[in-house]
């Protein structure tokens, strides 16, 4: 898009969580909303919940990614997908395999 406010500096952002996974984030521009994500994205995302309204800018630090690339996907695409953090393997064999208490 080449729209003066989707080149400068500042992006308002909306960011939905998704009611299937735990975790899943969607950013996009607050004035597009949805409409440029791919519907096969969307069918798998789930309804989107709003979860929080942002402004965006290259310094701004967020949790689990980098505010200059999630600016720049949802200028590139249209938004930008968080995925969950993957389980570490040794995390994961605590479900697998109770523990026995030791006494």
């Given at each position: ?36 994500v791919p519907a ?60 026995e208490a030791r006494?």
């Amino acid at each position: 898009m080449s729209d003066d406010r989707m080149s400068g500096n500042r992006l308002l952002c909306q960011v939905f969580k998704s009611p299937r996974k735990e975790g899943m984030y969607l950013y996009v521009d607050k004035r597009e909303g949805v409409e440029r994500v791919p519907a096969p994205l969307l069918e798998r995302f789930g309804k989107p919940q709003p979860a929080m309204t942002l402004i965006l800018s290259p310094e701004k630090r967020l949790g689990c990614a980098r505010a200059d690339e999630v600016m720049q996907a949802i200028r590139d695409k249209g938004f930008y997908l968080q995925m969950p953090p993957a389980k570490e393997e040794y995390l994961l064999d605590l479900y697998r395999t109770p523990t026995e208490a030791r006494y």
